[in-house]
C-alpha cells in the first residue's frame, strides 16, 4: 500500500500526499481554492449560466478522493433551484481516520455536517444529502465505467499524468465523451498538451481558461 500523509497548503486547507509518488490529491498552492476555481466556478456555475439543462443535473467526478469538490458541490446546491445528483468514481477509498484530520469546515467555514453526511454514506447506494443534492459513491476504476448520454458535468480529478498517465489516455477520455449528454462539459485541472490535443481528437470543443493560484492554465471542454 501507498504510503499517505496530511499536508497543508498554501491557502490553509491540507490535503494528503502520496508520499511514494511525491503526488498530492490536490495543489499545495491551495486544497481550497484550486476545488472552488476548477470544479465549482469554471465547471458548475458556468454551465449553470451558459446551457440549457433539466430539472436534475447530473455530475460524475472522476477521482473522488477527499470528498472536498462534492463537499462544495453540496453547499452550493442549496443556492440554487435545481438538483444535483453527484456520482463520485473512486477506486481506493480514503480511511475515516484521515478524512477526520482534513477539517475542511474550519477553513471554509461551511456546515461541516454534509461533509460528515457524504462520507458515512455507504458505496454503490444513492443517500440524499440535501433537498437539492443526492450523492452515489462508486467503488470502481475508471476503465469501467459505461455511463452512456447520463451526465451534465465531468469534474475530471484524476492524478496527475506523470503519475498516472493511463487515467489521461484517449480510452479514458471516450469513456467520459460517450458518459456525456450533448452540450455536456468536463473540466479538468490539467492542461497538458497532450490532454488537449485527446479532447479535440475525440470530437470535444477545448478551451484554455486561467488556472487557479500556482497554475497557470486549465481546460474546460464541450460535447
Known amino acids: 500500500m501507498l504510503?499517505?500523509?496530511?499536508?497543508?497548503?498554501?491557502?490553509?486547507?491540507?490535503?494528503?500526499?502520496?508520499?511514494d509518488w511525491n503526488e498530492q490529491y490536490h495543489s499545495i498552492h491551495g486544497a481550497l481554492q484550486e476545488a472552488k476555481h476548477v470544479y465549482i466556478e469554471?465547471?458548475?456555475?458556468?454551465?449553470?449560466?451558459?446551457?440549457?439543462?433539466?430539472?436534475i443535473i447530473r455530475i460524475m467526478e472522476i477521482g473522488f478522493g477527499t470528498g472536498l469538490n462534492a463537499y462544495?458541490?453540496?453547499?452550493?446546491?442549496?443556492?440554487?433551484l435545481n438538483k444535483i445528483f453527484y456520482h463520485g468514481i473512486e477506486a481506493y477509498p480514503l480511511k475515516s481516520i484521515e478524512l477526520k484530520k482534513l477539517e475542511y469546515h474550519k477553513i471554509t467555514g461551511l456546515d461541516p455536517e454534509?461533509?460528515?453526511?457524504?462520507?458515512?454514506?455507504?458505496?454503490?447506494?444513492?443517500?440524499e444529502i440535501s433537498p437539492n443534492f443526492?450523492?452515489?459513491?462508486?467503488k470502481q476504476l475508471f476503465s469501467t465505467i459505461?455511463?452512456?448520454?447520463?451526465?451534465?458535468i465531468i469534474y475530471f480529478d484524476a492524478f496527475g499524468p506523470r503519475v498516472q498517465p493511463e487515467l489521461w489516455s484517449e480510452k479514458i477520455f471516450l469513456k467520459m465523451y460517450k458518459a456525456l449528454k450533448p452540450k455536456g462539459v468536463i473540466v479538468t485541472y490539467s492542461a497538458?498538451?497532450?490532454?488537449?490535443?485527446?479532447l479535440l481528437k475525440i470530437g470535444m470543443k477545448v478551451e484554455r481558461l486561467a488556472g487557479p493560484p500556482g497554475k497557470r492554465e486549465m481546460l474546460r471542454a464541450v460535447k
Open 3 to 19: 504510503k499517505r500523509s496530511i499536508i497543508e497548503t498554501a491557502d490553509g486547507s491540507k490535503t494528503i500526499k502520496i508520499e
Open 42 to 55: 469554471a465547471g458548475l456555475k458556468n454551465f449553470l449560466n451558459n446551457f440549457q439543462y433539466s430539472e
Open 72 to 80: 462544495l458541490t453540496a453547499v452550493e446546491s442549496n443556492n440554487q
Open 114 to 127: 454534509v461533509f460528515h453526511k457524504i462520507h458515512k454514506c455507504s458505496w454503490g447506494v444513492e443517500h
Open 134 to 138: 443526492s450523492i452515489f459513491k462508486r
Open 146 to 152: 459505461d455511463d452512456v448520454n447520463f451526465f451534465d
Open 192 to 198: 497538458k498538451g497532450s490532454v488537449r490535443r485527446i
